[in-house]
């Protein structure tokens, strides 16, 4: 069974950056139509913060515009996304789940990672 594994996060101070990355493990994911980053106050409802189609197009939540950055890595035998943060501000903090979307099938969730933005 392919599971999303997450690594990166972490406390920063703001104006720092982080990297997160989320790798499948087992196998590649077949017939990806989507591949994204979502995040999470305590409090409020998950929120998508930046998405990739499998053709390269990106779209990024107006708060992150300019600061954050998703790519994409493939090999044979995995998928990889990251997201490069920058300029992190105290607003940025949440649990940061990675997500990958198959044509017909539910989504794949990673089990995410805490960000921390603090002084």
Known sequence: QVQLVESGGGLVQPGGSLRLSCTTSGSRI???????????SPGKQREWVALMSTVGVTTYTDSVKGRFTI??????????????????????????????????RQDYWGQGTQVTVSS
């Open 30 to 40: 077949p017939n990806l139509l989507a591949m994204g980053w979502y995040r999470q």
């Open 71 to 104: 790519s994409r890595d493939r090999d044979n035998a995995k998928d990889t996304i990251y997201l490069q943060m920058n300029s992190l501000k105290p607003e940025d903090t949440a649990v940061y789940y990675c997500n990958m979307r198959p044509r017909g």
